[in-house]
């Protein structure tokens, strides 16, 4: 199998030429019974107790605590099954449960309490469904983590505390006086951990009110202790194992993709095909199984490892998603799973032997490079073999902190480690400059800049981060790829991977004569997004060194699908966050193999430290 060389540019879906025919779209069974499973919920909640009815008289002769139980067994089932109905449309077998086993209190109460034949009829019509498509429902659990304890409980509080001041409110002509609001809400607060507040009420009011508020505390706490306590279900992890048999398939068929490194991260799953000549690596990220890159290894396995990936997928009911496959990886993923493909950017590629620093194009690079060095500053590229390990730390650590955010960034395009021994094989380029006569040396002695490369097959490498010393002179990092670029020959480097840089085809038709409106709109667009995520000055610094653009693809199963792919791929990369404060963190994460010489990495390419 070779690459397609008719691929279409700027935005457009991969070629598929031997594409099979979609399957059949997933049963809309779960759906539906989730959409269902929301509307009884508010119905539970929000559905007003009817006065008379048939079976008024007949909830009459009950014992008023039995009226008062059902309030609020009403509303805690109510929120319960709200909380459920997205789990039960993802398939999630132990939402069925939970479901299965609310539903009919749900009915009694809506009975007891409400009144309601039509709410209970609904709430055993949705229970004989679920029960009749109990097949449907057998995805497996999430990767989850004990942070979801504090969502839950601020979440959970806040909606208690609404629907506390409604139920305080439901019924005035049963109110003594006219309470302030102040008033009503401490009653809430009150009634939610079990006390009686300031507001009085009559007619046994009081007892459905108090019963139902100290329902909706319980129900706050006890959700919060079961996330907070329940056995944690971690995401994958890359094992010993695993990586000796991923740097097997690197060494046979690495020259192929310039990102098959990165699948060596040691916070990613895998998966291989059946005869283990392939595998493709993933995270799951928000329900969203996550791959980066093209499959590993020999391309007439990549079906089998596809297909692992895809059973895995269904099994947990995970959305299946790809970032930053390239044209031939496109056209496997869409051929042999029915996904589809849309252009998501390119990635900036320099062969070795073409680049020179002369001609009008290399101008302002050759210029900045000339100053920087004219102020003292030398330059070493090196492999991570050849360092000292003494060295390496230093290097770690000066990374380490060089990095602009707290957040750790990278996924797809990043390794997340310097100096590990395994990874002998990497590069690793520093700027250094002696301290002037007198003055004190830094903290990190002359070092000034690092740039980190992963192999690339034999004959390539990949850049993995880029940091500099914000005390340093501007244009570290054009000085670094340079020094690279010129020792790389040295090195066996034919071909070096800069950047990744999304929509630069848009962006660079946009800024041509004669580009029409909605062309010049979307630029604009992309500007202006530019001042949070970089995309134009990532762009415009990796065209500086005259690469040749290779596209890069992202796959996906529905249109729709795509916002929450974009923000699982955010949240992987590090750009958005959901993890708990650090003051809260009670350690970091543990990795399933430790390293002594594994450091934190960047995003590939991110250029917070650039001039």
């Not at 009634?191 to 007619?203: A, C, S, T």
């Not at 990613?268 to 493709?280: H, M, T």
């Not at 949240?571 to 594994?598: D, N």
């Amino acid at each position: 199998m070779s690459d397609s060389q008719d691929a279409e540019k700027s935005g457009r879906v991969a070629s598929r030429p031997r594409r099979r025919p979609r399957g059949p779209r997933p049963e809309a069974v779960p759906t539906a019974v989730g959409t269902a499973c929301t509307l009884i919920g508010l119905l539970n909640i929000v559905f007003p107790r009817v006065r008379y009815s048939r079976v008024h008289a007949l909830a009459d002769v009950l014992p008023g605590a039995v009226s008062s139980l059902a309030a609020a067994a009403s509303i805690v089932v109510g929120l319960l099954l709200l909380m459920l109905a997205h789990g039960l449309k993802r398939r999630k077998r132990r939402a069925w449960v939970a479901a299965v086993g609310l539903l009919p209190v749900g009915a009694a109460a809506q009975l007891l309490y409400r009144h309601s034949i039509g709410g209970t009829v609904l709430s055993l019509v949705l229970l004989g469904v679920m029960i009749r498509y109990r097949e449907e429902f057998a995805a497996l659990p999430d990767p989850r983590s004990r942070w979801m304890a504090l969502a839950n409980f601020v979440v959970l509080g806040a909606v208690s505390v609404g629907i506390g001041l409604l139920i305080v409110r439901a019924d005035p002509d049963d109110v003594v006086g006219r309470p302030s609001f102040g008033q009503q809400l401490d009653h809430v607060l009150w009634g939610l951990i079990g006390f009686e507040g300031p507001v009085n009420y009559r007619d046994g009011t009081d007892y459905t009110v108090g019963y139902s508020l100290g329902a909706l505390g319980l129900l706050t706490v006890a959700t919060t202790a079961y996330l907070a306590f329940r056995p944690e279900h971690p995401a994958a992890r890359l094992t010993a194992q695993d990586e000796e048999r991923l740097r097997e398939l690197l060494t046979a068929h690495g020259r192929r993709d310039s990102l098959g490194h990165f699948a060596l991260r040691r916070d990613k799953g895998v998966v291989f095909s059946p005869s283990g000549k392939a595998a493709v690596c993933y995270r799951v990220v928000s329900g969203v199984m996550l791959a980066s890159g093209d499959p590993v290894g020999d391309v007439e396995a990549w079906p089998g490892a596809i297909a692992r990936f895809m059973e895995e997928a269904r099994a947990h009911s995970w959305t299946p998603a790809v970032m930053g496959c390239s044209e031939t990886g496109g056209e496997v993923w869409t051929r042999e799973t029915g996904l589809d493909a849309l252009e998501l950017g390119d990635e900036a590629i320099v062969d070795v032997a073409d680049f020179t620093l002369s001609g009008r194009a290399m101008r302002n690079v050759r210029q900045m490079v000339k100053r920087i060095e004219r102020a003292g500053y030398e330059t070493r590229v090196r492999r991570a073999a050849d360092l000292s390990e003494e060295e390496l730390a230093a290097i770690r650590k000066a990374a380490a902190d060089w990095r602009g955010t707290d957040t750790e960034r990278g996924f797809s395009m990043a390794l997340g480690r310097i100096g590990d021994p395994a990874d002998g094989d990497s590069v690793i380029a520093t700027a250094h400059k002696a301290p002037e006569e007198g003055a004190e040396p830094g903290p990190y002695g002359d070092l000034k800049a690092v740039l980190h490369f992963v192999p690339w097959g034999r004959d390539g490498m990949s850049l993995d981060l880029m940091r500099r010393d914000r005390s340093a002179d501007p244009g570290m990092n054009e000085l670094l790829i340079v020094a690279s670029l010129q020792a790389a020959g040295g090195l066996g480097v034919t071909r070096v991977s800069l950047n990744f840089a999304m929509f630069r085809s848009a962006l660079a038709r946009g800024e041509k004569l004669g580009a029409g409106p909605v062309l010049r709109g979307w630029r604009a667009l992309l500007v202006f997004l530019s001042r949070w995520f970089q995309i134009e000055s990532l762009y415009k610094f990796n065209a500086k060194f005259q690469p040749r653009w290779e596209p890069r693809f992202v796959v996906f199963r529905h249109t729709r699908d795509l916002p929450r792919i974009g923000l699982a791929a955010m949240q992987a990369e590090g750009f958005v966050s959901l993890a708990l404060p650090r003051l809260l963190r009670r350690g970091r994460r543990a990795e399933p193999r430790p390293c002594a010489h594994q450091s934190r990495a960047t995003a590939h390419g991110h250029l917070e430290q650039a001039a």
